[in-house]
């Protein structure tokens, strides 16, 4: 389709069933935060006017999803449904072995029980959190190696979710017989949703078939990643999206795939591997926990979804829409002056907490003095990713996170741009009092990934 040259990038659907927003008052959101521990994981949904928290699982479905969730086979074994789903991952990825899992997660925890375990060490761009969590609960260590021009935040380079080719290099030779895989993030969620160049996952791809360690992507957000690729890098402005997805899985010898991003769906996910061996032992495992390995813990009428999503996120009107809007969002809050993860990512934008709150020390957890600002000021629900997330408590030491950042992640095909132009006036409003907004203590957290359930209190002063 010729596209023709109008400057306004609309939202390319129009909008056939509707969910009320949660409208409060500042009391009540004071009660609710309050009670929930100054944590918005706890925050009940209702009471929430505009949900940043995260872009996972929170998608609105097309109607052509809805009807192939009515067409959903349900059989136990071998449904028509799994050969639907089969068939578009294969064409999406060319991997041969597809084993659906209900999200993310439960594939790292599958291919980490095989391939993890102490003395191991994987290697990666940056690990997602619950990826991390996974690894290091085999006893086996995860080491992020990003390109260091990724903590130059106000610099606006292009592929800033690049792995570092020179250290990985230095790990592959360090740690030889000890890397089971490296694995490439795309985009690189927890350093900012930024793209990583289709180069680089080339490079990489190399360096790690000279040292016979095999390549995976985390490809939850491929055709984000694919669609920055095609929009920043050079020489691939003419090509279309689904050829650069297939270059970008040929370089990898599998994926891990939370379906709940790009997949446009609210549950489900899958690996997908070149190798049949591996293949051999994640479906063993998968029998214990996830159900046989045709569902993997889902329902025909999931896989249907998921198959149709997967096809949807590869148009290019959506694409284009998609960046644009987290564009959109990042030129507004920009304006109002707030220190931005730049440029900004595929799925979210990056408020760089630490500058917009420099009183606030790391120990103090700024993102998420921030987040909780903005939860009382309009109801706005995002994510802290800074030492709550990631620091490290050891005894009474706190080693603080490398960034201090509040995230928010724009849900796909659900919010328009009025809304973006609230979050907007909202922030502007927050900038003026900034100095106001004070640090929290953390009173209670577990041990792996804290930030969910942490609770913390005020400071006084
Ligand atoms: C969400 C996510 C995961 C985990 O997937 P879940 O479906 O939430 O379990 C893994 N990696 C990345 C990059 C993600 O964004």
Not at 55 to 74: F, I, K, L, N, P
Not at 120 to 126: A, I
Request: proline share 5%; hydrophobic share 40%; aromatic share 10%.
């Amino acid at each position: 389709m010729r596209r023709e040259s109008w400057k306004t990038v609309i939202e390319p659907f129009k909008i056939r069933s509707v969910e009320p927003l949660g409208f409060t008052d500042r009391p009540e959101r004071e009660k609710a935060l309050s009670r929930a521990g100054y944590n918005l994981f706890k925050v009940p949904a209702e009471k929430v006017l505009i949900d940043l928290l995260t872009d996972s699982g929170t998608c609105a479905m097309s109607m052509e999803q809805w009807a192939g969730m009515m067409r959903g086979d349900v059989s136990y074994a071998s449904s028509r449904s799994y050969y639907v789903f089969e068939r578009v991952v294969k064409d999406l990825t060319g991997y041969p072995h597809v084993i659906p899992v209900h999200q993310g997660r439960a594939g790292e925890r599958l291919v980490f029980s095989f391939l993890g375990g102490p003395g191991k060490v994987f290697l990666s761009n940056m690990f997602f959190d619950t990826t991390r969590a996974n690894i290091e609960a085999t006893g086996a260590e995860a080491l992020d190696l990003p390109a260091d021009k990724a903590f130059f935040h106000g610099d606006r380079r292009a592929f800033k979710g690049d792995i570092d080719l020179a250290k990985l290099e230095q790990a592959l030779r360090l740690r030889a017989g000890r890397v089971p895989l490296v694995l490439l993030t795309v985009t690189n969620n927890s350093l900012g949703g930024q793209p990583v160049s289709l180069r680089n996952i080339r490079d990489a791809s190399r360096l790690c078939a000279r040292h016979k360690v095999p390549l995976l992507l985390d490809a939850a957000r491929f055709a984000e990643n694919a669609y920055l690729i095609k929009a920043r890098e050079r020489g691939q402005a003419e090509r279309t999206v689904r050829s650069i997805v297939r270059e970008m899985f040929g370089y990898a010898q599998g994926c891990l795939m939370s379906g709940k991003k790009d997949a446009l769906v609210n549950m489900g996910g899958f690996l997908a591997f070149k190798d049949k061996a591996w293949a051999g032992k994640a479906r063993e495992i998968l029998i214990l926990g996830e159900g046989f390995p045709t569902y993997g813990g889902l329902t025909g009428r999931d896989l249907e979804a998921m198959a149709r999503g997967i096809e949807e996120v590869l148009d290019e009107q959506y694409l284009r829409y998609r960046i644009r809007s987290v564009e959109y969002l990042a030129r507004g809050l920009r304006r109002q002056g707030i220190p931005l993860i730049e440029p900004p990512g595929g799925h979210a934008v990056y408020v760089d907490a630490a500058r917009f709150l420099p009183h606030i020390p790391a120990e103090r957890f700024p993102g998420q003095a921030l987040a909780c600002a903005l939860y009382l000021e309009a109801g706005i629900r995002a994510v802290e990713i800074g030492s709550l997330m990631f620091g490290k408590r050891e005894g009474r030491r706190f080693l603080p996170a490398r960034m201090e950042l509040l995230r928010l992640a724009l849900p796909r095909r659900v919010y328009t741009q009025a809304h973006a132009d609230f979050i907007i006036e909202v922030f502007g409003s927050l900038a003026r009092k900034k100095r106001a907004i004070r640090g929290l203590r953390l009173l209670k957290a577990p041990r792996f990934l804290p930030h969910f359930t942490a609770r913390l209190a005020p400071l006084r002063s």
